[in-house]
C-alpha cells in the first residue's frame, strides 16, 4: 500500500524559510512525479508545483521566485522550500503523487502557520 | 491560466438524493478534468479522472460527464459519508487549476 506522510515545522516566522517533507512509502519516488498542493486558510486548492526524477521541476509562476522542490532518492523524499514567507502561506500542504495526469494518492497534509 | 468555475459552492441534500455539481472550464482542456474529494482528518481522494474515469476503489454512485467546457460530477444516491467538500482540477495545462470547491452536506 502506497503511504504518503508530510513533515514540517507547523509554525514559521514571517520573511523565514519554510521547509517541508513528504515521505513515500510503499512506491519509490523514482518511479513517478511528485507534487505540492495547499490550502490557505479559508481557501480552496492551489497546486503548487512537480518534480520528477531525476529532479525536473515544474514550478507555479506565482512561486517560481520563492519555491523549490527536490528529491531524495536514498530516503524516498520529496522536499520543499519556500522562502519569505508571509501570512498569506498560512495552510494546508499536501503532496500527491502524479499518475494519469491527475493526483492518484494524496497525503493527510500538513498544517503550516505563518505567524511571528 | 485556465479558469475553472465550480458551482454550486455549497448544497444540502438528502440521503439518497441525486447530486450534481457542475464544472465550467475558460477554454477547452480536451476531457483533462479530475475530480477529488476531501474530508476534514483524511487523505484528500480523488474520485474521477479523464473527466469519466472512475477512481479504481470509489464507489460507483460517483460518475463524471463531460458536454465541451462543462464537467458534471454525478452522486446517485448521497450517503452520509459523502459530507466533504469536493474540487474539480484541469491537467490540461500549466498551471494546473482547481475549482473552487463544493460543500456538501445532509439535510
Known amino acids: 500500500q502506497i503511504h504518503l506522510q508530510e513533515s514540517g515545522p507547523g509554525l514559521v516566522k514571517p520573511s523565514e524559510t519554510l521547509s517541508l517533507t513528504c515521505t513515500v512509502s510503499?512506491?519509490?519516488?523514482?518511479?513517478?512525479?511528485w507534487n505540492w498542493i495547499r490550502q490557505p486558510a479559508g481557501a480552496g486548492l492551489e497546486w503548487m508545483g512537480r518534480i520528477y526524477p531525476p529532479g525536473t521541476t515544474y514550478i507555479h509562476p506565482s512561486l517560481q521566485s520563492r519555491l523549490t522542490m527536490s528529491l531524495d532518492k536514498s530516503k524516498n523524499q520529496i522536499s520543499l522550500r519556500l522562502t519569505s514567507v508571509t501570512a498569506a502561506d498560512t495552510g494546508f500542504y499536501f503532496c500527491?503523487?502524479?499518475?494519469?495526469?491527475?493526483?492518484?494518492?494524496w497525503g493527510l497534509g500538513t498544517m503550516v502557520t505563518v505567524s511571528s | 491560466d485556465t479558469q475553472m468555475t465550480q458551482s454550486p459552492s455549497s448544497l444540502s441534500a438528502s440521503v439518497g438524493d441525486r447530486v450534481t455539481i457542475t464544472c465550467r472550464a475558460s477554454q477547452d482542456i480536451s476531457g483533462y478534468l479530475n475530480w477529488y474529494q476531501l474530508r476534514p482528518g483524511k487523505a484528500p481522494q480523488r474520485l474521477i479522472y479523464g473527466a469519466t474515469s472512475l477512481h479504481g476503489t470509489v464507489s460507483s454512485r460517483f460518475s463524471g460527464s463531460e458536454s465541451g467546457t462543462e464537467f458534471t460530477l454525478t452522486i446517485s444516491s448521497l450517503q452520509p459519508e459523502d459530507v466533504a467538500t469536493y474540487y474539480c482540477q484541469q491537467s490540461y495545462d500549466f498551471p494546473w487549476t482547481f475549482g473552487q470547491g463544493t460543500k456538501v452536506e445532509i439535510k
Open positions: 500527491a503523487r502524479g499518475s494519469t495526469n491527475s493526483f492518484d494518492i
Open positions: 510503499g512506491w519509490s519516488v523514482s518511479a513517478d512525479y
